[in-house]
């Protein structure tokens, strides 16, 4: 029997830590820290980064001033059928006396991190600021990824040179020629790897997906791409995203963000979607090859 895939919910918390050291601890009204204390945090929308959240914690919910933020650590919480991840951040520099509301608090007070014990705080929490290790052991994925990314896009080649040099600007399945689906396929590898650059350096952030619909709005006014610099273009796409691949740290590819579809999303698997998507575009060009050789085949040019 398959179990069920745990959903997760991004949230994004703040460390706020005055100069003697004590930490801000409150006690949700509701949710899977109600009754315990543990350092505000807020869930992540989809249209919002963390740090928002973070900066609305802050400013909005604690009446600080917020200062600068800093990232610090993801806890992941379970809670029933799904697993919270907040992205905590340490405000630097921030001022003012904290008030909040009983809306969204029960009680609020400062707590030395390291005399946490009588104190009833969200585990993941307390072990997080009395000074343990929180993150399970990080696998490092680069060369099953770079294989996978490596083989794929051989694959896609192979498939394309397979087809006639003379077929590859002709329209084989009714609205692209074989060089649309290079340039296509190019456009929305640079658009993931730039994306998942940007996902990796910003804890939170969310997934924006490529734009289809501008995207095939572009190809129809743009000039159709020659056999050359529509294979050119997959190449150069290819080798930057291997090179922004091994530029990211193993915990930057574990990052965990929202996802307007999944819900959340990791680094990792963004970079993993680039193989699968040069997969379906392989399986699309030999279809292509099959429609060249019937055009050949009757006489076709």
């Known amino acids: 029997m398959m179990t069920a895939e745990r959903l997760m919910i991004v949230a994004a918390g703040v460390r ?3 100069n003697d050291g004590q930490v801000l601890l ?10 315990r204390w543990s350092v505000p945090f807020a869930a992540v929308a989809d249209d ?4 928002s959240v973070a900066t609305r914690l802050l400013r909005d919910v604690l009446r600080l001033d917020p200062g600068l933020l800093q990232f610090a650590e993801t806890l992941t919480v379970p809670a029933g059928d799904e697993d919270i991840v907040i992205n905590v951040f340490d405000a630097i520099g921030w001022t003012g006396e904290p008030r909040y509301s009983g809306q969204d608090f029960d009680d609020a007070g400062w707590v030395d991190s390291a005399a946490l014990d009588g ?5 993941e929490v307390a072990a997080w600021l009395g000074g343990h290790s929180v993150s399970a052991p990080i696998d490092d994925p680069h060369d099953e990824i770079v294989q996978a990314l490596i083989e794929a896009c051989a694959e896609l080649l192979a498939a394309y040179d397979a087809i006639p040099v003379t077929m590859r600007e002709r329209l084989l399945d009714g609205t692209l020629a074989p060089v649309d689906v290079l340039h296509h396929l190019a456009a929305r590898e640079a658009y993931t790897a730039d994306e998942a650059l940007r996902f ?8 924006r997906e490529f734009n289809e619909d501008q995207a095939e709005a572009e190809r129809r006014i743009r000039r159709r791409l020659s056999d050359a610099e529509a294979r050119s273009e997959v190449v150069a796409a290819h080798d930057d995203t291997l090179r922004i691949l091994d530029a990211l740290m193993p915990e930057q590819l574990a990052h965990i963000g929202p996802h307007p579809r999944r819900g959340t999303t990791a680094v990792r698997d963004q ?8 997969r379906e575009r392989t399986d699309q060009l ?6 060249a050789r019937r055009l050949l085949a009757e006489g076709g040019h």
Request: avoid cysteine; proline fraction near 7%.
């Open 48 to 51: 919002e980064v963390a740090e």
């Open 286 to 291: 030999r279809a292509m090859l099959d429609s």
């Open 16 to 18: 706020i830590r005055r």
């Open 200 to 207: 990796a350096e910003t804890p939170g952030h969310p997934w």
């Open 271 to 278: 970079f993993t979607a680039i193989a699968e998507y040069d």
């Open 119 to 123: 104190v009833d705080v969200q585990p």
């Open 26 to 35: 409150v006690r949700h009204r509701s949710g899977i820290a109600a009754g």
